[in-house]
T-cell receptor, first 114, second 115 residues
Framework: GAGVSQTPSNKVTEKGKYVELRCDPISGHTALYWYRQSLGQGPEFLIY????????DSGLPNDRFFAVRPEGSVSTLKIQRTERGDSAVYLC????????????FGPGTRLTVL | DQQVKQNSPSLSVQEGRISILNCDYT??????FLWYKKYPAEGPTFLISISSIKDKNEDGRFTVFLNKSAKHLSLHIVPSQPGDSAVYFCAASARTGGGADGLTFGKGTHLIIQP
């Protein structure tokens, strides 16, 4: 079946602009996660959704970052007033949602803030 | 403060030999550990996992060993194949209470399999 998909694959924007990154999880997966991977680092947890609600948003770096999942499937990560330090690969993962489940990752969106 | 540490940024192994990738963690609340493999321009791919109630889990050529007292785990790949060349990430989570948590990742080890 289809895996996790993310769009766009690449996004170049200017400092101060607003961007939206989209994630389509595996069909039927109730849990959805966003991570950020900077150069030379491992993925860093941002936010976790269980269904439509954000169960844990402790990884969001500041209030410029926001994510939604209004129907419990597709999720959008929104970044306001982008800064050069926001440049990274943004990864989305999904899992069936139980404690023993593995997270399956999408290919990521490479965000470059000029 | 890095809670999951992979101290070897890269590792070169001859094809057919054993590859051993190491990972240390500091958070004693971690009770579930995973290894992911990542090729360039792709997302991480799940490889193998282990619960803290076990000390070994094996899946084909891949075996993960967990030493809780030392807060150390390792991934063994035997025999190593050219397609194993990738970046390997160690990840951990604290699943107390049964919830699904965000993972904490190490920085990765770039494994290079030499022909």
């Amino acid at each position: 079946g289809a895996g996790v998909s993310q769009t766009p694959s690449n996004k170049v924007t200017e400092k101060g602009k607003y961007v939206e990154l989209r994630c389509d999880p595996i069909s039927g997966h109730t849990a959805l996660y966003w991570y950020r991977q900077s150069l030379g680092q491992g993925p860093e947890f941002l936010i976790y959704f269980q269904g439509t609600g954000a169960a844990d948003d402790s990884g969001l770096p500041n209030d410029r970052f926001f994510a939604v999942r209004p129907e419990g499937s597709v999720s959008t990560l929104k970044i306001q007033r982008t800064e050069r330090g926001d440049s990274a690969v943004y990864l989305c993962a999904s899992s069936p949602g139980t404690a023993a489940d593995t997270q399956y990752f999408g290919p990521g969106t490479r965000l470059t803030v000029l | 403060d890095q809670q999951v540490k992979q101290n070897s940024p890269s590792l070169s192994v001859q094809e057919g030999r054993i590859s051993i990738l190491n990972c240390d963690y500091t958070n004693s609340m971690f009770d579930y550990f995973l290894w992911y493999k990542k090729y360039p321009a792709e997302g991480p791919t799940f490889l193998i996992s282990i619960s803290s109630i076990k000390d070994k889990n094996e899946d084909g050529r891949f075996t993960v060993f967990l030493n809780k007292s030392a807060k150390h785990l390792s991934l063994h790949i035997v025999p190593s194949q050219p397609g194993d060349s990738a970046v390997y990430f160690c990840a951990a989570s604290a699943r107390t209470g049964g919830g699904a948590d965000g993972l904490t990742f190490g920085k990765g080890t770039h494994l290079i399999i030499q022909p």
